[in-house]
C-alpha cells in the first residue's frame, strides 16, 4: 500500500477586471471576477517543492488582463476560450486549463431621460457565469447565471405528499414560490459562430416563461420544466444543471388578531430551506470530460 | 460619584415581511426588513430585572405583520409614521419610538413581452430605506437608500492636492469614479399631503444628474454638488448626509507587455477605499432631535 | 433660506495590516484593520474642489504603514493615539482625527505540545476594536470588542411582561439566552501609564463574569449589570455603551412526535431578533465630544 | 433525439440546530448546521408533480431535530449515520442518503479561573465538518473542516518558477505564507468502533505540524506533505482533498519613506488569491462512489 498524488490544480482565483471598450466617446463597460486554473504535469511541484514548470499564478492574472486587451471580453465565452487557448498552446506543461467567470451587469444612467455615455448604474440582477474546460481537442463551455431571486405569489401548490410519523406539514393549494436560481448549461465543442449573447438571453427567457407559467405542483416539476425548455431554446446546449433553494415564505398566523390574513402577509424565512436539485439532457449529448469539475470555491 | 443608567433601547430587528396585495389578479408585491425600537421608561427593566412595562419584541413583531394588513405598506414612510404612531399613542410607558425599515424592489418578469400577473424578479440595484422617528410632537422621517453601485468611467480628476514625505500618489486628470452610495434625507414633521414615492424618485434623480454631468475634481465636490441638488429638488427636505467608499479602480501597469493600457483595463480593489462623508442643510431646517440616533446594527 | 455644508470628514477606510515582530527567532504578529478620518477646514474640497488642503486618503495609508513600523503597533491605542497626533501636529489644515481599529487575534500553532516560534492560527472569538478621537486639547479612546458570541443553557428567565392584544409571546422560566455582544467603553484625556492590554482583559473578564453568574430575569437587565461591572472593573472608565442582539433559540415542538423536548433540542433562528441597547456612565464623567461619532461604515 | 431528466436530489439544507445535554448540572452543547437530501425514486415528481413518493423537506427537518434527541449528536458522524440509515431503511422511495453538517465550536466561559457549568463562549477557529453518503450496503464518511486560517511568517520561499512574457513576478527566499484551509478526508465502510473525534484530533494535528515545520517551496509542497500526513496519521482514510487560498501578504514598499521594511509591514489582499489543490489517496482506496457528489450550495 503506497500513498499517491491524486487530482490537482492550481491558478488565480477571483482577478477582479473591467474593462472599458472607450473608441467613442459612448463608452461600454464589461464588469468581470475571472478565475484561471492550470492541469497538467506538475507534480513535481507537489512532490518536491520544484517550480520550475509552474507558471505563477501571478502571470496569470497579469495574463487575464492583457487579454482583456488583446480583445473585447464581451462575450465573455469567446474571451475565456482565447485566455484558456494560450495557456494550452503556449505555456509548455499545461495540459488542460479552466476559466471560470462571473459577469456583473451594468446599465446606463439616465439623466433627463437620455442614457448616458459613460455614467453607469450596477444593475443587481442576476450574476451571468462561464466555466470554460480546455482538453484538447475538446473545448467546454457552461454558460449560465447565479442568484436570480424569482417569486410567484400564486399558481403554486403542495399536496398529496408522503406523510410520516414526523410529518406535520400541511399540504396548501396556494402558496409563494420563491427561489434564488442557479443554472449552468453545457455546450461541448461550440461552433465559431455561436452568438452567446443571443443564446443567453434565449436560454434565461425560456425558463423564466415556464416559471412563471406552470401551475406548479412542486418545485421539482417547475425545475424539470425549466430544465426541458432551455434545452428546447437552443439546440447547442446538451445538458443543463439547476440548483434552487426553496425560499419559504410562510403566512403569519393571525388567528389572534383582529384581522384576517388570507395569503397577504408572509414572514421570509431564512433558514432552513428546501434545496432541489434538477438537470436535463440530450440522450445523444457529447460526454461532459471534466466540463463540471469546478475550481472557485470548491472542495 | 455614582455609575448611572444612560440611553436605552430596545425591539425587534430585521422583520423580514412580505406583503401581497391581491385584490385583483393583478398582485403587487411590497417586500421590507423592518426593525422597531421603543424609548421611554423602561429603567425598572434595566435596573432590576421588572419586567411589567415591557412591551415584549415578539408582541412588535407581531405589531409589525398586523399593520402591513391594515395598511398597503407602500409608501413605506406612511406604514411607519402609523406603527410609530400606534406604539407611542397605545402603549403607555412608550415615551418614542423609531422604526427603520428596508425595501427591496421587485420588478414584473416578462413573457413574451408582456409584464405578468403575478411572476416577480428581483431588481438589484439600490435598497431603500426610511427610518422613523416620533418623539411626540414631534416627528421626524429620513428617507433615503443604500448599495447604489454608480461609476463614471471618465469626467473626473484628481490633481494639486498637498503632498507630504508619505505622499506617492501621483495627480490624474482621467481616473473611475466608482462610489456604493448611501444617501439618507430628513424631513421633520412632515405633511400629510407628501408624495413619498415621488420625492424619492426625484431626489434620486436630481443626485444621478449631478453625478454623471458634474467634471468632478474630487469625490467631495462630487458629493456637495449631489447633497445640495437633493436638497433643491424637494423643499421638504430639510438635511442630506451622505457617505460614499471611493471604490478605487486602477489601470493595470502594462508597461513590461506587449500592449498599451490607455485607461482601458482596471483593477477593481476591495480594500482599503477612500472614505467620503458629506452633508447640506437648509440654514432655517427644524432641529434633528434623535432623528439620526439610529437603530439597527448601531454600536 | 440657505443651503450650506453640514460635517463632514473623509479618510482611508480598511487598511489591512499586519505587522510582524522579528527580532528573535520567536516573531510576534499584530494583525489590524485600520481606518482613519481628518476633520478640518476642507470645505475648498467640497465647494469649490479644490484639492490644496487635502492629504490624499492614499498617504493616510502610507502613513498607517509607517507608523506600524516606527512603533509596535501593540497595544493598538497607543498606536492610535500616535497615528493621531501625526496628522493633527504635523498636518496643517487637519484639526481633528479620528482613527479606528480593528485586531484579529492569533495565538501560535502548538506542534508536539510546545507553541510554534512563527506559525500561527487565527483564533476566532470577538474582534477587539479601538476608536481614538483627538480634538485638540482632548484625546478619547473608546476600547471595546465586537462579535463576541455568548450563550448561557440556563439561568434566563422572561416573563410577567406587558401584554396587549397582539402579545402571543408565553412567559417562560428556563431559556437559553445568547447574544453577539458588542461593547465600546470611553476613556478621555487617557494617562501616559495606562496599561491598554490589561484593561482589556480586566474590563472584558468583568463583563463575562456577570453574564455567567446572574440569573437574568431579562437580556436588558443582564446588559445593566454588565455595563456596571465594566466601571467598576476600572476607575479610567467613564462610559460604556453595549448592543446586543437577542440569538433567539426556540425549542423545537415534539408533542407530536414519540420524543419529549425538554429544553434539549433546539432551533438557533436567524431573523428577527431582540435588539437590546444598554449604556452606563459615571456622573462626573468628562464630556465625550465627537468620541461616539462613528467612522467606517456610518450612514 | 430526446430531452431526459438526469441526476437529481432535494432535501432540506441549513437547519440551525442546537443540542444542550442537560442531565447534570454542568451541561453541553452541540451546535449545528444540518443539510439533507434524499435520493432515488423520485423521478413522477420533477416528470409529472406527482407527490405521493416524496418525503417532504419540512419532515426531514423535523426527523433531523428528533435524531438529535434520540441520541447524543457528538460525534457529529455517527449521528448523520443514523440519520442517513432512518431515511434509506424506513422510507420507501428512498435509495440513498446524503447528510452534511457543520459543527462549530464552543468553549466554557471562565469565571474567576474555573469553566462555567452552563456558560459559553463560541470559537472562531475552523468549522468542523462532516458528510455522510449511504449508498446500501455502502456508507461513506467524509470528516473534514473548513476555514482553518494558519500563517507562518517565515520558512516559506517561491523562486526558480517558469517565467513566461506576462511574468513580473520577483522571486523571493522568505515570505508569509497563509490560507484558509478547507480539508475533506474520506472514510468508506468504517467500523463500528471508530473514534471519530479522536481522529479528527489527530488528522488535524498531523496536517499542523507538517505546515509548521516543513520549510516550503510552494504552496503546493507544503498542501502535499499535510495531505501525506493526515493519511499517515490513521489507516482508516483512505483518502484526503485539500483546498488552500494562498492568502497574499504584500511587504509594503517604503523605499521612498524614513524607514526600512525588512519583512515587518504586510498588506494582507483580499482579492486576487492563488488557489491550490491538492490531494492524497492509498493506492487500494475503496471506491469514492458518490462520497464526493456535494449538497449544500453546489452547482
Do not use: C
Not at 263 to 277: K, M, S, T
Amino acid at each position: 500500500m503506497a500513498i499517491v498524488l491524486g487530482p490537482h490544480q492550481y491558478g488565480k482565483a477571483e482577478t477582479r477586471l473591467v474593462r472599458i471598450v472607450r473608441d467613442t466617446d459612448r463608452h461600454r463597460i464589461t464588469d468581470l471576477n475571472v478565475s484561471t486554473a492550470l492541469r497538467g504535469g506538475f507534480s513535481a511541484a507537489y512532490l518536491e517543492g520544484d517550480q520550475r514548470d509552474v507558471l505563477p499564478t501571478d502571470t496569470q492574472k497579469n495574463t487575464a488582463y492583457v487579454w482583456a486587451k488583446k480583445l473585447d471580453p464581451d462575450p465573455i465565452e469567446a474571451y475565456g476560450l482565447s485566455l484558456a487557448h494560450h495557456f494550452v498552446d503556449e505555456v509548455d506543461p499545461v495540459r488542460a486549463a479552466r476559466i471560470e467567470i462571473e459577469r456583473y451587469d451594468w446599465t446606463r444612467v439616465e439623466v433627463d431621460g437620455a442614457p448616458h455615455d459613460h455614467t453607469f448604474v450596477r444593475t443587481g440582477q442576476e450574476v451571468r457565469t462561464a466555466a470554460i474546460t480546455l482538453e484538447p481537442p475538446v473545448a467546454h463551455v457552461v454558460q449560465g447565471f447565479k442568484d436570480l431571486i424569482v417569486l410567484k405569489s400564486t399558481g403554486s401548490a403542495f399536496k398529496d405528499f408522503l406523510v410520516d410519523e414526523y410529518t406535520t406539514l400541511q399540504p396548501t393549494e396556494d402558496r409563494i414560490m420563491a427561489t434564488s436560481l442557479t443554472a449552468r448549461w453545457r455546450i461541448t465543442d461550440p461552433g465559431a459562430d455561436l452568438d452567446w449573447n443571443a443564446m443567453y438571453a434565449g436560454v434565461k427567457a425560456a425558463m423564466l416563461r415556464e416559471f412563471a407559467t406552470l401551475h406548479s405542483l412542486a418545485l421539482q416539476q417547475t425545475l424539470w420544466h425549466m430544465a426541458r425548455a432551455a434545452l428546447e431554446a437552443n439546440p447547442a446546449v446538451a445538458e443543463i444543471r439547476l440548483v434552487a433553494p426553496n425560499k419559504h415564505h410562510f403566512p403569519v398566523d393571525f388567528s389572534r388578531f383582529d384581522e384576517a390574513n388570507e395569503n397577504e402577509v408572509f414572514h421570509a424565512d431564512d433558514r432552513p430551506y428546501g434545496l432541489i436539485q434538477a438537470s436535463a439532457l440530450r440522450d445523444d449529448a457529447a460526454p461532459a470530460g471534466d466540463a463540471w469539475w469546478g475550481y472557485t470555491g470548491l472542495a
